[in-house]
């Protein structure tokens, strides 16, 4: 098992790339944390707004949960700032804004250049530069993803790891409590026997039967074992499926604790408590690395 290569994609990841383009240097970066659901967040300059329906769509794609957190910066060249013009008619309209209120408020100060510059509308850009832009800048935020996918992989296969050293601890604690059965299944009954002869002299048959049947379930804990061996089975199987599996490793999870709890009330030997309180240990381990996976 620890040979095999592991599947599983972690939500916690980060990548950065950074390329110069005819359209200047563009700067790209990623970072993720686990989410219930896909959450994207893009910040962008105002420029490559119209490329952000696209971004994500290509985003979506790719990663199904987590809260994924884009930046991008382009710091532009002179050459692609031919496209760039001011709107006059915004520019007008804003003149004429800031005379009345002048008028009224003497002493306010006037507008700054880059107050100006910001305004909506202000800066205006060719159609065909926004098909520039996008010719250049989605190979790049495909790169982005390419390396951002790595690193949840990479994240996602050390996590597996864990989870998987765990099963194999966890499989350690119910061999070594299948072995140690029949020792604890001899102390029960010792235990039997001296509750019947405490009793013996009241010779309560109907007593009898039910400290028995009270003892011999709880000494039955096959069924219990079964159901850990299997669940323990499916998350190493899970483990390798090429596909989002953080739900289903966590509803495994549950699964498995309710085994280890319904071993724990069951528990009539130190032997079986303690087993049962490893096995819960190890599963709490294995649900906080699994809320980190898609």
């Known amino acids: 098992m620890f040979g095999e290569i592991l599947l599983a994609q972690s939500m916690t990841a980060f990548a950065r790339h950074e390329s110069q383009t005819t359209i200047g240097k563009i700067s790209l ?35 199904k949960r987590g809260r994924v957190e884009i930046s991008v910066r382009v710091d532009r060249s002179e050459e692609s700032k031919d496209g760039v013009r001011i709107n006059l008619d915004v520019l007008n309209t804003l003149s004429g804004l800031q005379n009345e209120v002048l ?33 250049v800048f989605f190979p790049l935020f495909d790169t982005l993803l390419d390396e951002f996918m790595a690193s949840r992989k990479k994240e996602g296969n050390r996590l597996g790891e864990l989870i998987v050293k765990r099963i194999a601890a966890a499989r350690d604690q119910v061999a070594g409590l299948q072995k140690n059965l029949p020792q604890i299944q001899k102390h029960m009954r010792e ?104």
């Open 103 to 135: 008028r009224s408020m003497p002493n306010a100060p006037a507008l700054s250049v880059l107050s100006i510059l910001q305004w909506p509308g202000m800066v205006e850009k060719d159609e065909s530069d926004d098909e520039q832009t996008a010719e």
């Open 29 to 63: 970066e990623v970072r993720s944390v686990n989410n219930r659901f896909l959450d994207p967040a893009f910040r962008i300059p105002d420029r490559l707004r119209s490329l952000e329906p696209e971004m994500r769509e290509r985003l979506g794609a790719r990663v």
């Open 191 to 294: 235990r039997l026997m001296q509750r019947l002869a405490d009793i013996v002299e009241k010779i309560d048959a109907e007593r009898i039967e039910q400290e028995m049947a009270i003892l011999l379930n709880k000494a039955d804990v096959d069924e219990e074992i079964d159901r850990l061996i299997i669940h323990f089975d499916a998350v190493e199987e899970v483990i390798q499926t090429d596909a989002p599996i953080g739900r289903k490793l966590d509803f495994l999870m549950q699964e498995l604790n309710r085994e280890a709890n319904t071993l724990g009330s069951k528990s009539a030997h130190p032997d079986m408590t303690n087993a049962s309180m490893e096995l819960k240990i190890l599963i709490e381990q294995m649900r906080e690395q699994v809320q980190n996976i898609e």
